[in-house]
């Protein structure tokens, strides 16, 4: 990511407001109507030409901007301004219908047809030459318009054609891993071919992990997963370079699916590659939604550097492609726009401006529903303008850093899709997020970061099954250690190397020596034993029965925090009573603890807390918040700018009574803090 060459706005102290809008979706006089609707409801900007392709290009030999013109202007006049997508997300059906050759081929080796979105391949260079063509001829006429104040480079890069297994993809793979490996023996080394007879003899014999008749080289499918992330990263640097070029100054973006429902591709590589960071998400309904979307929240701030971004896309109330498609709580859409916003978010817009009345999203929500203006929804629309407009002094603002940090690897959470892991059931980012759980019920902050992030700044640092280290990775690991920072982390961590390579010697593999403890074999656990800790501050804990190891310590600066207790489920796994369960080993400054189960929730916060406490890190929230907020920092040049997410336990009551309790007062309209509600708080510093 580099520097705005200036703010996307013509407005440069205002929040953004607004929606993907598709206007060729209705007839003319519909768009009078919307951009009333837009200035009532407070809309700043618009997405424009997402999926505008077919309309723009109707013929391989024929163009029509005649529309987009009138639209533009239309905005323009009205004060709105646009954030101009490059339409490159689906191609049209003239373009798939002369070479099939573009569309993308999966796992199984079938083609994804036209008919759906996003059916093009990465690697294709035909597919490319028509995207560019399409991409320079936006640039060309409306490159200085001054109503464009950002571009949008295609549409969620890494979704349904992420992962292309077709022979454009098998020629592009082996190029990029000859970049990659010295030679093949290089690679062959790495990915271990000797195992099932696998060794290459020529760069020509390696294709994509296609379907097999067992479990593909997980080497192989990891690099071929950075391949892929780098295929879409190319194509975006290839039409990021002509609006550069071309629109000079007007910053660009794509907006990345940093969320639980998307498990693709390596985002924190992507950092450096846009003018701005924007990101899509959408609440996981039910219980532990609104930590999740935290989580993700602050997972995009830490690719953009602390820095502002956009929230490009999420929802007013329901969406559509999930089984079950529940709307949002009176007061949710609210509550999640002004979380994003605690968070770093200078731009909070929805998918879409007005809700489809036919297509593959005709059951999303929008801004404008079906029922129209005269709705529940868009009366919270039009209040949560209002109330955006009332925040401005927010935007700009950097988040402030947490005092501790939760290690997020995306590698690793793509590694954990395969199927030959000690336990399958596993599921990374989900325990990621209860760990981040933890930390608000201890009323703390904690920022969600990639191990390519500076860990040292932290004085606490979390790291839940970080199964990939390299041996980089561990060494600042260390480093960090020694020069304060308190590190916790737990089984199955540190096993494997860059290319999934086991390290060999004991477990936790990488981390052993910073860890002083050795581990020489895991021992998952069959649903439905429950194994108990002692120690610490309750007599004993439970235990999910999911995991345990004999822990010996090999140093003498550990010691013991947590023993398996004498119980018939410790027996049947193979332990003593009095096996280490958790160790802290002080190293330098800072400790390094290790946790070799899975430790139920009450267990892992009381844990937890006692390590924080011997960090000398206290709470971020006063008693009565600790515990029922998630709290968000942004760091004006005069006051820190406090978010309080209510977490749905419990009403916390007036607003101005819980702005009080930071020395704050409240910024926008909010009167209280019930269930469903958020507040910004400006404390001034001293």
């Known amino acids: 990511m580099t520097a705005f060459p200036r703010r996307p706005s013509r407005d440069d102290s205002a929040l953004h407001y607004g929606a993907d809008y598709n206007p060729e979706q209705w007839p003319r006089e519909t768009w009078r109507e919307d951009i009333a609707l837009m200035q009532e409801a407070g809309v700043t900007v618009v997405t424009l030409a997402v999926f505008s392709w077919a309309r723009i290009q109707p013929t391989e030999d024929t163009w029509d901007f005649t529309w987009l013109d009138e639209i533009i202007d239309m905005l323009s006049k009205a004060g709105i301004d646009v954030d101009l997508a490059t339409s490159t997300a689906s191609p049209p059906a003239w373009l798939t219908m002369k070479h099939p050759e573009v569309l993308p081929v999966t796992y199984d080796g079938h083609i994804l047809w036209q008919g759906g979105r996003q059916h093009w391949r990465p690697t294709s260079p035909l597919f490319r030459q028509y995207a560019l063509e399409v991409t320079r001829r936006l640039a060309e006429r409306y490159g200085h318009n001054p109503a464009v104040v950002a571009w949008h480079v295609n549409n969620e890069l890494g979704g349904a054609n992420v992962f292309d297994y077709s022979d454009d993809a098998a020629a592009a793979f082996r190029a990029w891993l000859r970049g990659h490996y010295d030679d093949l023996e290089d690679l062959n080394a790495a990915w271990g071919t000797s195992f099932w007879s696998q060794h290459y003899a020529r760069w020509e014999e390696i294709l994509p992990p296609r379907q097999a008749g067992a479990q593909n080289n997980p080497g192989q499918v990891l690099d071929f997963q950075r391949f892929s992330g780098d295929a879409l990263r190319d194509h975006l640097a290839a039409e990021t370079a002509i609006l550069h070029e071309l629109s000079p100054g007007v910053p660009v973006t794509t907006n990345l699916m940093l969320a639980a429902n998307y498990q693709s591709i390596d985002y924190s590589a992507w950092a450096r590659d846009t003018d701005f960071i924007s990101n899509d998400h959408y609440l996981l ?32 109330s329901a969406v559509n492609w999930r089984t079950v498609n529940p709307a949002k709580r009176p007061g949710q859409l609210r509550r999640d726009s002004l979380t994003h916003l605690g968070h770093g978010a200078d731009a909070i817009c929805f998918f879409q401006w007005r809700a489809s009345a036919a297509g593959g999203e005709r059951f999303h929500s929008a801004m404008v529903p079906h029922a129209g203006r005269h709705s529940r929804v868009f009366r919270e629309v039009t209040a949560l303008g209002r109330e955006l407009r009332s925040l401005r002094e927010v935007a700009g603002s950097p988040s402030l850093p947490a005092r501790c940090a939760l290690v997020f690897d995306y590698e690793t959470w793509l590694l954990f899709q395969g199927d030959s892991m000690p336990d399958n059931r596993i599921e990374y980012r989900e325990e990621l997020v ?20 500076d860990l040292a700044r932290y004085d606490f640092l979390a790291a839940p099954l970080l199964h990939l280290v390299p041996s980089t990775l561990a060494a ?9 920072t308190h590190l916790v982390t737990t089984y199955f961590s540190g096993i494997a190397d860059e290319h999934a390579r086991v390290y060999l010697g004991g477990y936790p593999g990488a981390l052993r020596g910073l860890l002083g403890v050795r581990v020489d074999e895991m021992r998952p656990l069959l649903d439905g034993t429950t194994l108990m800790v002692d120690g610490g501050g309750t007599m004993a804990n439970g235990l999910a029965g999911s995991w ?25 796994a193979g332990l003593q009573p009095g096996t280490p369960a958790v160790t802290r080993r002080t190293l330098g400054r800072g400790s390094a603890a290790y946790v070799s189960t899975r430790l139920e929730h009450s267990a892992l916060s009381d844990l937890l807390a006692e390590l924080i406490a011997r960090a000398g890190i206290t709470a971020d929230l006063p008693t009565p918040l600790a515990g029922e907020v998630i709290a968000s920092v942004r760091r004006g040049d005069q006051a820190d700018y406090w978010t309080l997410t209510n977490r749905g336990r419990v009403d916390l009551g007036p607003a101005d009574d819980v702005a009080a309790l930071l020395g704050g007062t409240v910024l926008g309209g909010a009167h209280t803090l019930g269930l469903d509600d958020a507040i910004v708080v400006r404390v001034p510093r001293r």
């Not at 609104?290 to 929230?311: K, V």
């Not at 760990?435 to 009323?443: E, K, M, N, S, T």
């Not at 690991?477 to 304060?484: F, K, Y």
């Not at 310590?553 to 947590?562: D, G, H, M, N, T």
């Open 434 to 453: 209860r760990w981040y759980r933890v930390f608000a019920d201890l009323g703390l902050r904690v920022d969600v970061v990639c191990p390519q992030n």
């Open 476 to 484: 600042r690991l260390r480093e960090a250690v020694e020069s304060g």
């Open 548 to 572: 345990c190891e004999p822990v010996e310590i090999v140093s003498p600066e550990v010691e013991v925090l947590r023993t398996y207790s004498d119980c018939q489920d410790t027996l049947k």
């Open 285 to 316: 309904p039910g219980e532990g939604g609104i930590e999740e979307l935290a989580f993700s929240a602050s997972a995009t701030s830490a690719i953009a550097d602390g820095e502002p971004w956009w929230l490009m896309e999420h929802a007013t």
